[in-house]
């Protein structure tokens, strides 16, 4: 069975530090993977996605940057936090058929 | 590009009853739709989805959608709801089967009253 782990499950951070979310899904060889952010409010919006090691795809700028390092691995990160990063950062995997995203418990952050 | 609407920010049932959670879709070639469901503080899982075939389909936890396209519809109904079944509930639509832009509705909030 696949799992999916996100890290940290929460972190409070301040003002123009830098951060780093990690993502790791098991037992999926080669998924599409994605990074998603829920404001407080609740809507989802995609940020970046991987097809495949090493190529990421942006959608939204949201001052973050995406990488993945390994086939199993996704990390979002950023060098200088603003307040708007505040907000839930889901990671999750699919498949090229089949349009099923599977999430993470995703990473809560506060920036003060 | 596809844009996806669910009209009710929050539906509030007694344990037992029915319930219907609406979303309309606008696109105009195929799409993929799908349900997801969120408890609080946690990530969504999947429920169910549709693409083509029988525009009724079934999904986990007697959830299930029926597909509209002369109403641009994917409604999520459940006969008798639980009070486990309190959560956010998304709408997603793709014109794609690859879900690199995988489009969420807002969402609607369940309250289960006992």
């Known amino acids: 069975a696949q799992t999916i782990h996100q890290w940290p499950v929460a972190e409070i951070k301040a003002v123009g530090s830098p951060l780093s979310l990690g993502c790791t899904i098991k037992?999926?060889?080669?998924?599409?993977l994605y990074w998603y952010w829920q404001a407080t409010g609740g809507t989802l919006q995609q940020l970046f996605y991987?097809?495949?090691?090493?190529?990421v795809e942006s959608v939204v700028q949201l001052n973050l940057s995406a990488s993945r390092p390994k086939d199993d691995q996704f990390i979002l990160s950023t060098e200088k936090l603003l307040l708007s990063h505040s907000g839930f950062y889901l990671c999750?995997?699919?498949?090229?058929?089949?349009?099923?995203?599977?999430f993470g418990e995703g990473s809560r952050l506060i920036v003060v | 590009t596809q844009t996806v609407s669910q009209s009710d920010a929050h539906v509030t049932v007694f344990e037992g009853d029915s319930v219907e959670l609406r979303c309309n879709y606008s696109?105009?070639?195929?799409?993929?739709l799908s349900w997801y469901i969120q408890h609080h503080g946690r990530g969504l899982q999947f429920l169910l989805k549709?693409?083509?075939?029988?525009?009724v389909v079934q999904g986990v936890n007697g959830f299930e959608a029926e597909f509209s396209k002369s109403d641009s519809s994917f409604h999520l109904r459940k006969a008798s709801v639980h009070w486990s079944d309190s959560a956010v509930y998304f709408c997603?639509?793709?014109?794609?089967?690859?879900?690199?832009?995988?489009?969420f509705g807002k969402g609607t909030q369940l309250i289960i009253q006992p």
């Open positions: 997603a639509v793709s014109h794609t089967g690859g879900a690199d832009r995988l489009t």
């Open positions: 999750a995997w699919g498949q090229n058929s089949g349009n099923t995203l599977y």
């Open positions: 696109y105009g070639g195929s799409i993929y």
């Open positions: 037992g999926k060889s080669s998924p599409n």
């Open positions: 991987s097809i495949t090691v090493g190529q």
């Open positions: 549709y693409y083509s075939g029988n525009p």
